[in-house]
């Protein structure tokens, strides 16, 4: 959904498109927007420095003594010429004369331009690598600018940016220096006028932020490091401002306008259960997240909530629990699950706990064909089936709910936006409650960026009883104890999970791989004393739902796969997982593989197996393993670890677009952004305030330019 604040503004600078600015044309603007997305003055502004070249400092010739060093020099051109070298190749040669002594100064290429530009006798400010042979001091192609130049510069820098880049850019004249000189014109026929601000003048004055004006010159142009820490903590607070308060914004309005099914009833259902089907007494963080549900269920208001814990907290309960909300008011739930493994598991498991009850669960995956498919759409069409448990098919157009109350989806960042949006969509009276469930553990700095716009549960308390993994960390020179302690737990009824990265082998990464794994694991366990079952995703649907089946019946001791059982294969009797190659893994990827044991009674154990040769992270990645299991902790040390990532289908429109801000660096700017957005929200959601106006007019000129999926979980 597009919300578009309708307000009136004069064209200015910013404005203006970057084929009319000089030193630009037509033909370099269609190279700056196809590389660096680059159209009008104000994105050529907001193309931030990577980097900055300090120029505060000169030296003097004679204490220049290391090969290799950068340098700044100021001084005279006492000669320059063009000297012929083998091959009839020529190159400027020029001499630089200051007090202290001499420095060469060598030019292999560009020598019409730099005839034209440099004088003999003229005093130059000169930056570049020293190379030192012989005692004699060299620099090749330095930076070249005129001392008068550089006195006279208005936007004097001591601080020179440095802009990505491209080859193709580079060879236009559109490299860092030339974009220096384009930016400096702008700069300077720039107004404060041009620069409105964006911000309430009470937050800028109580935070002590410079003014956008100020920013952008100091951003670019900075005369000193105090300058340039001023315009960096300004504009990262802008950034992730205006990023929290569009997701609260977007919240408020889906709260307005979006009216949800009013589940005020807990009835016999919900009752019956909780007095007579759990088997287990909930957690005090179930019971906590489950009031959390009813109450925001209870209020007539659309439910958008992620529900997030780690693997066996005990969110499918919770999930099943709200379903019952649901009957109880006379409508039906469902449930969306990544794979077909996923889905049946979650159909056994639920159909378990509601037939006791009397309710009907249905199951529907592109599997379910022929007679079968047109049955369970005829009684889910007609209210007889209660409860529908699926993959993406449930989103297809044949599937129609008599009256759909709630809508679970599980491991949600298997799903893109638009597939949420039609189960979303799938009751045409009422927007259907949804709960999103991910037992991937998502930091509190993540969750408010990436999901800011949802409402966040957290199970952070494991049932009591369980037995806490082991993992340990092993090299490849323990692998015959490691053979010898998989026998031992095979001998005690128990099953191993051994999980590869790679299917085939591949030479490039010298890993061992899944297949020549298997070969290796037949030696030691042969046939017909042990069994194996294998696993990857090349297979066909029906031959992996063969071997997870031979598997989960403990026909096969050892689930020789990939990162295929990463999600969703629940064998309780399954005690080890012995991962390979531990090192081409993510922390959170481990944390999940990890996760696939500990579903039983019995002790359980994860084995990280590696080579000798690791980088410093990988150690740190298989250390954090080793000494904890909490998969918040986890997720925060992947984090700082990996940066944010990708997280494929959930990413909101705008978190790409942080310029200078890091959500894993910047948490503090975060934090006080979070929650001074949250308090304009609170206090005046439509931003009608005339402290806000301005704020109201910015992001009504940025919405035009971006799609909000508020309304979409």
């Known amino acids: 959904m597009l919300y578009i604040y309708s307000v009136e503004t004069k064209p200015n600078i910013l404005d203006t498109t970057i084929e009319y600015i000089k030193g630009i044309g037509p033909a370099k603007a269609e190279l700056m927007q196809k590389e660096l997305k680059i159209f009008r003055v104000r994105d050529l502004l907001g193309s931030y420095p990577f980097r900055y070249v300090d120029k505060t ?7 220049v003594t290391t090969d290799g060093d950068t340098v700044q020099l100021r001084g005279q051109l006492v000669s320059f010429e063009k000297i012929k070298g083998k091959n009839n190749r020529f190159r400027l040669q020029g001499l630089l004369k200051d007090s202290t002594g001499f420095m060469e100064l060598i030019w292999f290429q560009g020598a019409k331009y730099l005839t034209k530009i440099l004088k003999e006798g003229e005093d130059y400010v000169v930056y570049g690598k020293v190379n030192i042979y012989k005692g004699k001091k060299t620099i090749t192609h330095p930076e070249m600018e005129s001392a008068r130049a550089r006195a006279a510069d208005q936007l004097q820098s001591t601080f020179d940016p440095v802009y990505p880049s491209s080859e193709k850019l580079d060879a236009r004249g559109l490299d860092s220096k030339g974009r220096r000189k384009i930016i400096k014109t702008i700069l300077t026929q720039l ?40 315009a960096i903590n300004r504009l990262k607070f802008e950034e992730l ?23 005020d009833t807990v009835g016999k259902y919900f009752n019956t259960f909780f007095k007579e089907g759990l088997k287990f007494e909930l957690t005090g963080a179930q019971k906590r997240v489950l009031k959390e549900i009813r109450a925001n269920m209870g209020l007539g208001v659309h439910m958008n909530r992620l529900l997030q814990g780690d693997v066996g907290s005990g969110k499918t309960v919770v999930g099943f629990m709200s379903m019952l909300l649901a009957k109880d008011n006379g409508y039906q739930a469902c449930m969306m699950a990544p794979t077909q493994i996923l889905a049946q598991q979650h159909y056994e498991g639920i159909s378990e706990l509601a037939e006791p009850l009397g309710l ?24 007889e089936i209660d409860i529908l448990i699926g993959t993406h098919a449930l989103i297809e157009d044949p599937v129609v709910f008599q009256n759909l109350g709630l809508a679970i989806i599980d491991e949600q960042h298997r799903f893109g936006v638009a597939q949420r949006a039609k189960l979303w969509k799938k009751n045409k ?39 806490s993994i082991q993992t340990m960390h092993k090299y490849e020179s323990a692998r015959p104890k490691v053979i010898n302690f998989m026998r031992a737990e095979i001998d005690k009824g ?13 030479a490039k990464l010298d890993l061992q791989d899944l297949n020549n794994g298997y070969e290796q694991l037949l030696g030691f366990f042969p046939m017909p004393q042990y069994q194996m079952s294998i696993l990857h995703g090349r297979m066909k649907a029906k031959d992996k739902d063969f071997e997870m089946e031979r598997f989960s019946k403990g026909i096969t001791q050892i689930m020789v796969a990939t990162t295929v059982i990463e999600v969703g294969v629940n064998v309780p009797n399954a005690s ?31 084995l990280l197996m590696t080579g000798n040769k690791l980088s410093k992270e990988s150690r740190e990645r298989i250390a954090t393993m080793v000494r904890t299991t909490n998969g918040f902790e986890i997720a925060e040390a992947d984090l700082k670890l990996r940066g944010p990532g990708d997280i494929e289908g959930t990413m909101q429109s705008g978190i790409m677009d942080l ?23 609170d206090r005046d959601p439509d931003l009608a305030h005339e402290t806000h106006i301005a704020m109201k007019a910015y992001m009504g000129r940025r919405a035009q330019r971006a799609k909000i999926w508020g309304r979409i979980s």
């Open 576 to 606: 080890v997982m012995i991962i390979e190659n531990t090192e081409r893994f993510g922390l959170s990827q481990l944390h999940q593989l990890r996760g696939r044991v500990g579903r039983g009674a019995e002790q359980s154990y994860c």
């Open 191 to 230: 107004t404060e006028a041009d620069v409105v601000e964006n911000m309430p003048s009470y937050l800028i004055e109580k935070l002590k932020l410079c003014s956008r004006f100020q920013a952008l010159h100091w951003i670019h142009f900075p005369k000193s490091a105090a300058e340039k820490s001023l």
């Open 494 to 506: 128990r099953q191993i999970y051994i999980v590869y990265p790679l299917i085939e082998e591949s």
């Open 241 to 263: 401002f205006f990023l929290q308060l569009r997701l609260l914004l977007g919240k408020e309005n889906r709260k307005k306008k979006l009216k949800g099914a009013v589940f």
């Open 429 to 467: 009276d009422i927007a259907p409650h949804v709960l999103v469930m991910t037992a991937t553990p998502i930091p509190r700095t993540l969750a408010m960026t990436v999901y800011g716009d949802l409402d966040v549960s957290v199970i952070d308390e494991m049932p009591p009883g369980r037995k």
């Open 57 to 63: 400092k000169f030296h003097v010739i004679k204490d």
């Open 659 to 681: 310029k200078l801000s890091s959500i894993v660096h910047d948490t503090a700017i975060l934090n006080a952004a979070r929650y001074y957005a949250e308090a304009i929200v």
């Open 360 to 383: 009907s669960v249905g199951f529907l995956t592109g599997s379910v064909k022929g007679k079968g498919r047109k049955k369970t759409l005829e009684l889910l069409a007609n209210g």
